[in-house]
């Protein structure tokens, strides 16, 4: 296997991971959420005491100066929400843990250059609560997307490992669709005594306006046979650490460019609405033309030319933000191309040029199919077939993916509710479709997706119509514009 091939396959299991896996387990609760504001309020009130390290006779004549009224804050309501942990913040204290995290492999790109270039914004506060010590060690964020960096001891006698997390950020609940953690470690497992590093990464709404206030709420599952399949919470324990990230830790650094351009590819139109640049990514947000005849999934392998000083640069593709895989867009019209980071900032007379558009005409997002006959009958190219029926209502679908070694290629997705032959709607039962991909060596990937119709599907009046949500269908025609300020 070649390391473009090797790169295809680990871009479709991040992806699949990514979209699926990463979704938390379970939802903190609102009683949580209230013993959190309270918690804050002492939080605030703690940094304002304690926050500054002094030598211990200054520090003793502080506190018998302060007792009167740490006393009357130890039976404030606040305090009830942390009565049996410890909140410590450490001022001006500079960024000092890339080492714990800079061997990581890191499924975001944005995350590895942010570690690496010095982007962290430290933060440095921690809790010590219910039997576990989490420290949010640094975090940065660049508007579009929010990296934490932060650790957990384990001081219970139980292994755990993750079964939720969340981010408040500003106020504003951060979306779990496209949430991702990675380890620092080979297993997600904590063990008794042990201490793991872990990075969160999520997207941001580009219509939101971030204050400096968050909020990481966590909850941890034993990993027993009996926990991990138990409805209740009794082997699960949750806390929740207020902290603060500034917004704005890298707004010199940004720039914003509006060029309001059109981009054509095969008839399509395309428009360019705004660049970003920051030194975590660049964002191009696009929006594809309602009167287009066919449903635009993403651009194939976008770029960015252009020069900075005299001298040629390229800014390359790293991934898309879409409705699919996020919640920042509602609605399938709207993306954003995320590229390199440019070194200096905006490109002199910039272009966007991609190789192609992944596209299917409006009229053929669907895809029809006889399971008695084990017959596709409609989809929208001749490279779909049915092959395998592994048990009553449960078929495996083949696809031949075509100039799938491209950078940006991707897997089929359908909709959870098919149609039978007399229009009445059923559910896909059972676990969802899944894929596997395995490589012929020429350009091609035969990517395996599995559909679970149920055991009754074969009575229904066939054939039965599935929905597309997304379908590689590569329409490979060169294309650019010129995202310069003049004409």
Not at 37 to 62: D, E, F, M, P
Not at 186 to 201: H, K, M, R, V
Not at 222 to 247: G, H, V
Request: proline share 4%; net charge negative.
């Amino acid at each position: 296997m070649n390391g473009k091939e090797e790169r295809l396959l680990q871009q479709d299991a991040s992806e699949i991971n990514q979209l699926a896996e990463a979704q938390p387990e379970m939802k903190i609760y609102e009683a949580m959420r209230k013993g959190v504001n309270q918690g804050k309020v002492r939080y605030r009130k703690r940094r304002y005491l304690l926050g500054i390290t002094l030598s211990v006779a200054a520090a003793a004549a502080i506190m018998l100066f302060a007792l009167p009224f740490l006393q009357e804050r130890m039976e404030s309501p606040a305090a009830n929400a942390f009565q049996d942990g410890y909140m410590e913040v450490t001022f001006d204290k500079n960024w000092s843990d890339s080492a714990k995290f800079s061997t990581a492999s890191f499924s975001d790109v944005s995350l590895q250059s942010a570690v690496k270039n010095g982007l962290i914004q430290p933060v440095y506060t921690s809790i010590v609560q219910k039997g576990f010590r989490v420290e949010m060690m640094g975090g940065v964020t660049d508007g579009r997307r929010v990296l934490l960096l932060y650790s957990v001891k384990n001081m219970t006698e139980q292994t755990v490992k993750h079964a939720n997390f969340a981010l408040n950020y500003g106020g504003h609940a951060v979306s779990d669709t496209g949430a991702s953690l990675d380890i620092t470690a080979e297993d997600n497992n904590i063990l008794p005594g042990q201490t793991a590093y872990f990075a969160y990464s999520s997207y941001l709404s580009p219509s939101e306006d971030y204050s400096k206030d968050a909020r990481y709420d966590l909850t941890f599952t034993e990993i027993s046979p009996q926990a991990l399949t138990a409805s209740s919470n009794k082997y699960r324990t949750s806390l929740s650490l207020p902290f603060e990230l500034d917004p704005y830790w890298l707004k010199t650094t940004k720039e914003v460019y509006d060029p309001q351009r059109t981009l054509t590819v095969a008839g399509q139109n395309i428009q360019v609405s705004q660049v970003l640049y920051t030194p975590l990514n660049t964002y191009v947000d696009v929006e594809y033309d309602g009167s287009n005849d066919y449903n635009i999934f993403q651009l194939i392998e976008p770029s960015l030319v252009g020069t900075t000083k005299g001298n040629r640069k390229t800014l390359n593709y790293r991934r898309s933000i879409t409705s699919l895989n996020t919640d920042v867009y509602t609605g399938e019209a709207k993306a954003t191309v995320v590229l390199d980071p440019s070194p200096v900032g905006e490109l002199d007379a910039a272009r966007l040029q991609v190789a192609g558009i992944a596209a299917v005409p409006k009229d053929q997002m669907q895809i029809v199919v006889d399971i008695n006959k084990l017959e596709v009958l409609e989809a929208p190219d001749s490279l779909l077939t049915v092959s395998t029926k592994t048990e009553e209502g449960r078929l495996s679908f083949e696809h031949r993916r075509e100039h799938a070694l491209m950078e940006n290629s991707f897997s089929m997705r359908l909709k959870n509710t098919y149609t039978d032959a007399a229009g009445k709607e059923h559910t896909q039962e059972g676990d969802t479709a899944s894929s596997s991909q395995s490589n012929s060596g020429n350009d091609t990937v035969y990517e395996e997706l599995t559909y679970n119709f149920g055991p009754n599907a074969g009575r229904y009046p066939q054939p039965l119509t599935i929905e597309i949500e997304r379908y590689w269908n590569p329409v490979l025609e060169q294309g650019g514009v010129d995202l310069s300020a003049e004409e």
